[in-house]
């Protein structure tokens, strides 16, 4: 079953910059394509950024301009550079992973996540 572990996050002063980073581990199926998601206090998680075994990323439009999603070509490990923070950044991230079943089907996989306090 594979794990998820995020690290990286912390309390960064508004213009500022963190380096998230997700670890997957008990890898037998190949990850498709690994999510960040981000969820507030009293508000609905969503998409941050992904990046898809083949290369190919997608951001929201919030992150544009800001964050940068990359990872190793087995997507064993994400990061996710996130440069000139705002206080609405703040958050938990999570890393969501997609991977590809051997019968054709997917299976997903969450981390437990990372918290990051954008505030002066």
């Known amino acids: 079953q594979v794990q998820l572990v995020e690290s990286g996050g912390g309390q960064v002063q508004p213009g500022g910059s963190l380096r998230l980073s997700c670890a997957a581990s008990?890898?037998?199926?190949?990850?498709?394509?690994m999510k960040w998601y981000r969820q507030a206090p009293g508000k609905q998680r969503e998409m941050v950024a992904q990046i898809a075994a083949i290369g190919s990323t997608d951001y929201a439009d919030f992150a544009k301009g800001r964050f940068i999603v990359s990872g190793d070509n087995a997507l064993n490990t994400v990061y996710l550079q996130m440069n000139n923070l705002k206080p609405e950044d703040t958050a938990v991230y999570l890393c969501h992973a997609i991977i590809g079943l051997s019968s054709g089907d997917y299976s997903t996989a969450w981390g437990q996540g990372t918290q990051v306090t954008v505030s002066s």
């Open positions: 008990g890898i037998i199926d190949p990850i498709y394509v």
